[in-house]
């Protein structure tokens, strides 16, 4: 443990938005000496241990960085890299066609991992959906005690003195709640821009992961400026009158079999 983990034990903590949690009163080790967790007095709600990561010294406070926010940071990094390895793995098959069967196999490899994000994305939104009702059910107990104590002066029950006292806290913990819903709205919809950006698909995701599976062999051809409704990826389904092999890429399936291909492979993958 250096220097610097030692020396905020004894400060008192806030979260991002200045609300005050508690104080730092030890932590918890690993073998190593590494910090594994922080053990914060929060006062009536007793003793909490915090993961070390979610801590930050800053001047004399140690800074609390809430779950949410780390686990949202890291899917926008991770989402947004994945995005832009697709696109430019799409732009070195569009510039030289002899690269298509080595980019094949690092296809798959993020069509996987956006699947893997897909799911990680649901519940992050699903967390931040809930603290917003968190917050909002803040804010209706905050106010409807800054409206009685308005109440109460009115009444001659306390004192002007005491009522300004009430109005200037509950109006810096309204700003802090205000906040904090405030990045979290921006970061749902820096999510919601990833997954526009992110070419919607019409199969389940177990076809997905197959379509990601198949060799794409053969000369790749665009489609005709008519077509503007996109071919969802997968098998072909039986045709009566199959086209001659000079006008459509040929696949093999899983299965062994040749199949015909209704787009090319640029759209596959941006799929």
């Not at 938005?17 to 690993?30: A, E, L, N, P, R």
Request: hydrophobic fraction near 35%.
């Amino acid at each position: 443990m250096s220097k610097e983990d030692v020396e905020f034990i004894g400060k008192q903590v806030k979260d991002m938005y200045g609300t005050y949690i508690g104080k730092v009163i030890g932590t918890i080790t690993d073998i190593d000496g590494s910090v594994q967790t922080v053990g914060v007095d929060c006062g009536s709600e007793g003793l909490k241990q915090v993961p070390f990561e979610q801590l930050v010294v800053q001047g004399q406070y140690v800074i609390f960085i809430p779950r949410w926010r780390l686990d949202a940071q890291r899917l926008l990094r991770e989402k947004g890299l994945t995005l832009r390895r697709i696109r430019a793995l799409m732009d070195i098959v569009s510039e030289n066609d002899d690269m298509k069967e080595d980019a094949e196999l690092i296809h798959e490899k993020y069509k996987m991992k956006l699947l893997t994000l897909d799911e990680t994305e649901r519940k992050i939104r699903e967390r931040l959906d809930q603290r917003l009702a968190e917050l909002d059910s803040q804010l209706k107990s905050i106010r409807m005690l800054r409206f009685d104590a308005k109440l109460q002066n009115k009444s001659n029950e306390i004192s002007d003195v005491k009522y300004e006292s009430v109005k200037t806290h509950t109006v810096e913990i309204i700003e802090h709640i205000e906040h904090e819903k405030a990045e979290i709205v921006n970061i749902q919809r820096r999510i919601n821009d990833l997954s526009v950006e992110n070419v919607e698909r019409a199969e389940s995701p177990k076809q997905d992961v197959h379509s990601a599976a198949v060799s794409y062999l053969g000369k790749v051809e665009t489609d005709s400026p008519q077509t503007k409704t996109p071919v969802a990826v997968g098998v072909a389904v039986g045709n009566n009158n199959p086209p001659t092999p000079a006008s459509r890429p040929v696949a093999v399936g899983a299965d062994g079999e040749e199949e015909t291909q209704d787009s090319d492979w640029l759209r596959r993958i941006s799929s």
